[in-house]
C-alpha cells in the first residue's frame, strides 16, 4: 500500500514537472505585508528607469511620508529637485524645457500667503502627475525657475488625503519623481489585483519556472527573491466568444505585460526589478497575442505570425497602443525598472533649501499628497 | 459667554447606548463661508459654533465586559465623563492651544464606553478662530487594544471617508475626511487621539506634527 502511495505521489510530481502545473501557493500575502513594512521605515533609493533609448534616474530619501527629497537626471543630466517637508514644498528646475508647457496667467506676481492661512474652499489642488499642472500660475514663479533657483511655497504640500483616483499614473514614465516616489505603493497596488498563484518565490527548479521568461537577476546569497508575474496566463482563446466586444475585451491590458521581481533581505525590500515587456510575452507559449488582435479585427501587417517575438514587438507595442487610446485604457510603456534601496530604517533629515524664493507652487508639477494612503 | 457656548458639543446619546467614543470637531460649515482673508463675521461665527462628527460607536463585539463607568464624576461634568489629564505644548503648529471642556453635553447612562476618560483641546489663531481640535481619550481595561480588529473598527468609524494610512516618525496615523474637514487618528499606549483641522487651513501637518509629540 505505501510503495503504491509513494508511486502515485512520484508520478504526480513528473506529471506537474511535465505539464508545468507544480502546485503555487499565494505568495501575495505574505510580499504584500513585506512591502507595507518597507513603507514604513525611513529610506533612501535609486530608482532607475530604461526606456525608449533613455535613462532616467531619481535619487529619493524618504523620512517619512511628510518628508522626502527627490533628483531627477535624465540621461545623466539633472532635471529637477523637489524637496517636501510637511506642509511646504520646494522645487528647483535645472532643464526649462521641463517649464516650456506649463501655462502661467492671472497673475504678474507671485500669489504667495502667509503660512498659516485659511484657503477658498474654491482653491483645488491640481493633481496629474510630473507634468504641467492644471491651474495657470505666476509668470513670476516661472521666472524664477527658468533661472534655476529654488522656489518655495510655504504651503505647497498641505493636503493630508491622497487623491484617490492616483493610485497608479495612467502613464508610466510620464511623472518619473511621482513613479519613483510611490514604487512600493504601485507594486502593492499591482500585486492586489493579481490573480492567486502570480507571486511566488524564485525557484529554477521549479516546474513553472521558465528561464527564457525571466528578464531579472538571480538574488544574491542570503536574499530571497519572489517573482511577481513571471509568466501570465490569460483566459483561453478559445473560450471567447464571437461577439466583437468579447474579442475586444480578450486583448490584454498593458498591466499584463509588466512583471517583477522583489528582493528581500532580514525582512524588508532591499531591491525591485520591474520590466514591461511584449517580447518576453510574446515567447509565452498559448498567449496568441497575435491572434487576439487578429480576432479583434486590429490591423497588422501580412505575414507578421511568421517573425520572431523579437520583430513582432515593436509591432504589437504599437497596435495596442492605438488600440488602448480608443478604449481610454492606459498606455503600455516597455522599460525595465531597477530600485535597489539602502539606509533602511535610519532616520534622515530633511531640510528645506536655504535662501528660496518664496512662491507660489501651485500647478507646478504638484501631484498632492504622494507617499502612503494605503488602507 | 459660557465655555460651553464658546464649544458646544453635540452628543449623539443614542449611539452612546453601544459604547462609544467621542469626537469633536470644529465646524465644517463655518470652515465653508471662510474665504483666504475671512471676513470678520466669518471669524466671528466659527469660532462661536462648532459642531460635532458625532460619535463613533465600538463594535459591539467589543463592548461588553467594559467596566462600569466610574461613579465619581469630577465637578464641572453633568454626566460620566471623566476629564484625562494630558499635557500638551502652548502651541502647535504656531497657533495657540487651548484646553477645553470634553464633557459639555456629555451625559449618558451608558456604562460600556470604550473610554473612560478624555480630553479634549482647541487650536486656534490669535483671532481665536478655531483652527482645529485635538481630543484624546483613554480607553478602559477591557478594550481590546491588541486586537486588530477592535482598532480598525475604531478607526473606520471616524469619518466619512475611507481611511488612508500614513507613516510618520515611525507610526502609523490614519487619515479621513468629513465636510470641511480632515481628520487624522492614532494609537499611542491606551489612548486614542483624534486631530481634526480645517481642510482648508494650509498648514495642516505642521499641526499634526506637533500633536504627535503629545504624550498623555
Request: net charge neutral; glycine share 8%; hydrophobic share 40%.
Amino acid at each position: 500500500m505505501k510503495r503504491a502511495l509513494s508511486l502515485l505521489v512520484a508520478a504526480a510530481s513528473v506529471l506537474g514537472m511535465l505539464t508545468g502545473c507544480a502546485t503555487k501557493l499565494d505568495y501575495r500575502p505574505q510580499v504584500q505585508a513585506i512591502i507595507r513594512h518597507t513603507e514604513a521605515l525611513a529610506r533612501t533609493y535609486t530608482y532607475k528607469m530604461s526606456s525608449g533609448g533613455h535613462t532616467s534616474t531619481v535619487n529619493v530619501e524618504i523620512a517619512d511620508d511628510f518628508r522626502y527629497l527627490a533628483t531627477y537626471a535624465r540621461d545623466g543630466s539633472p532635471e529637477v529637485d523637489e524637496i517636501v517637508r510637511d506642509d511646504a514644498r520646494a522645487v528647483q528646475v535645472h532643464d526649462p524645457a521641463l517649464l516650456a508647457s506649463i501655462k502661467t496667467g492671472g497673475q504678474t506676481t507671485a500669489p504667495t500667503t502667509a503660512a498659516g492661512t485659511v484657503k477658498p474652499l474654491d482653491a483645488t489642488v491640481p493633481v496629474g502627475g510630473f507634468v504641467a499642472g492644471k491651474t495657470a500660475v505666476s509668470p513670476a514663479t516661472v521666472a524664477s525657475l527658468q533661472k534655476g533657483q529654488w522656489v518655495e511655497d510655504s504651503s505647497g504640500s498641505y493636503t493630508i488625503l491622497r487623491p484617490a483616483s492616483l493610485s497608479r499614473p495612467p502613464t508610466p514614465g510620464a511623472d518619473q519623481v511621482g513613479d519613483a516616489l510611490k514604487v512600493l505603493a504601485d507594486l502593492d497596488t499591482y500585486i492586489s489585483g493579481l490573480p492567486d498563484g502570480a507571486v511566488v518565490p524564485f525557484n529554477p527548479e521549479a516546474g513553472y519556472y521558465f528561464k527564457a521568461l525571466d528578464p531579472f537577476p538571480r538574488p544574491a546569497a542570503g536574499t530571497q527573491r519572489y517573482d511577481v508575474s513571471l509568466s501570465p496566463q490569460l483566459p483561453g482563446r478559445s473560450a471567447v466568444d464571437d461577439s466583437p466586444g468579447q474579442r475586444q475585451a480578450a486583448i490584454p491590458l498593458a498591466d499584463y505585460f509588466l512583471s517583477a521581481a522583489v528582493y528581500v533581505r532580514n525582512g524588508v525590500v532591499v531591491s525591485i526589478r520591474e520590466s514591461a515587456n511584449v517580447a518576453l510575452r510574446l515567447r509565452l507559449p498559448d498567449q496568441d497575442i497575435v491572434a487576439r488582435l487578429q480576432d479583434a479585427l486590429v490591423k497588422l501587417p501580412a505575414g507578421i505570425s511568421s517573425l520572431s517575438p523579437e520583430r513582432q514587438a515593436p509591432i504589437i507595442d504599437q497596435a495596442l497602443n492605438k488600440f488602448y487610446a480608443q478604449h481610454q485604457d492606459p498606455a503600455l510603456v516597455q522599460r525595465y525598472v531597477v530600485v535597489d534601496f539602502s539606509q533602511l530604517g535610519v532616520q534622515t533629515s530633511i531640510t528645506l533649501p536655504a535662501s528660496p524664493v518664496q512662491a507660489s507652487l501651485a500647478g507646478i508639477f504638484d501631484r498632492g499628497q504622494t507617499l502612503g494612503g494605503g488602507s | 459667554m459660557s465655555r460651553l457656548q464658546r464649544l458646544a458639543i453635540v452628543v449623539a446619546v443614542a449611539m452612546l447606548a453601544t459604547g462609544a467614543v467621542l469626537i469633536v470637531i470644529p465646524s465644517g460649515g463655518s470652515a465653508r463661508a471662510s474665504s483666504s482673508s475671512p471676513s470678520p463675521a466669518a471669524k466671528s461665527h466659527a469660532t462661536t459654533t462648532h459642531q460635532s462628527t458625532g460619535i463613533v460607536a465600538c463594535p459591539s463585539p467589543y463592548t461588553k465586559g467594559f467596566h462600569k463607568a466610574p461613579a465619581n464624576v469630577p465637578p464641572g461634568c453633568p454626566g460620566p465623563c471623566p476629564a484625562l489629564s494630558v499635557s500638551t505644548p502652548a502651541t502647535m503648529g504656531g497657533l495657540v492651544v487651548g484646553r477645553e471642556d470634553p464633557c459639555g453635553d456629555f451625559q449618558s447612562s451608558n456604562t460600556t464606553r470604550a473610554l473612560d476618560a478624555v480630553a479634549l483641546f482647541s487650536v486656534r489663531e490669535p483671532t481665536q478662530l478655531l483652527i482645529a481640535t485635538l481630543e484624546v481619550g483613554r480607553f478602559s481595561p477591557a478594550a481590546p487594544l491588541g486586537d486588530t480588529g477592535f482598532r480598525d473598527g475604531v478607526i473606520s468609524q471616524i469619518g466619512q471617508t475611507t481611511p488612508q494610512a500614513l507613516w510618520l516618525e515611525g507610526h502609523p496615523v490614519y487619515a479621513t475626511s468629513s465636510p470641511g474637514l480632515t481628520l487624522i487618528c492614532w494609537f499611542k499606549g491606551r489612548y486614542l487621539f483624534v486631530l481634526a483641522v480645517r481642510n482648508n487651513y494650509d498648514q495642516p501637518k505642521s499641526i499634526l506634527r506637533d500633536a504627535l509629540k503629545v504624550n498623555p
